[in-house]
């Protein structure tokens, strides 16, 4: 059996059985045998700053906002012992955390420890009865009190399980 190159416009190539197919072009669409590029790329998500800034002006719903918190990383403060820092001084328990290392470091100082991890995870891992604040430091903070975490907890489930 023998091939040819299927390209729109290419001539014809007879390859000899066995043969691999010649490599693309450059500047040729397609990036291969039988490929199309996208007609039209897909839309990046909003940064976790991009969705503060949004949620908190009213131009995006809260399950977009929890969508977009669920999938971005979220910048945590640490100390010497693995898990949350939490701040105790406010009328519930609060951990913050920050959309980005920039914000981290304008609350914790350039020298400061943390880890990342995602919304999603934020979401699984925060103890019972604790909220959360983004960007303490920021122009849009935001504050989750532990009923806030528990709404996104339950809204996170129906979306799992249905």
């Known amino acids: 059996m023998y091939g040819y190159d299927q390209n729109p416009g290419a001539q014809q190539q007879y390859a ?14 397609g990036g291969g045998y039988g490929q199309q590029p996208p007609l039209y790329p897909e839309p990046s998500p909003p940064s976790l ?12 719903s809260a399950e977009d906002f929890q969508q977009a918190f669920a999938t971005s990383k979220v910048y945590c403060p640490r100390g010497d012992n693995p898990g949350f820092l939490a701040l105790h ?10 959309t980005s290392l920039k914000e981290l470091r304008r609350y914790a100082g ?21 909220g959360f604040v983004l960007d303490m430091e920021g122009e849009h903070r935001m504050v989750f009190d532990a009923k806030a975490v528990e709404q996104m907890v339950d809204f ?4 799992m399980y249905g």
Do not use: C, H, W
Request: hydrophobic share 35%.
């Open 16 to 29: 000899p059985p066995g043969a691999q197919p010649p490599p693309q072009q450059q500047g040729m669409p």
């Open 49 to 60: 700053a991009d969705a503060v800034r949004a949620f908190t002006t009213g131009s995006m």
């Open 89 to 98: 001084n406010t009328q519930q328990p609060v951990i913050p955390m920050f």
């Open 110 to 130: 350039k020298d400061s420890k943390y880890f990342v991890i995602t919304g999603a995870e934020v979401i699984d891992l925060l103890p019972t009865g604790y």
């Open 156 to 159: 996170a489930m129906r979306r």
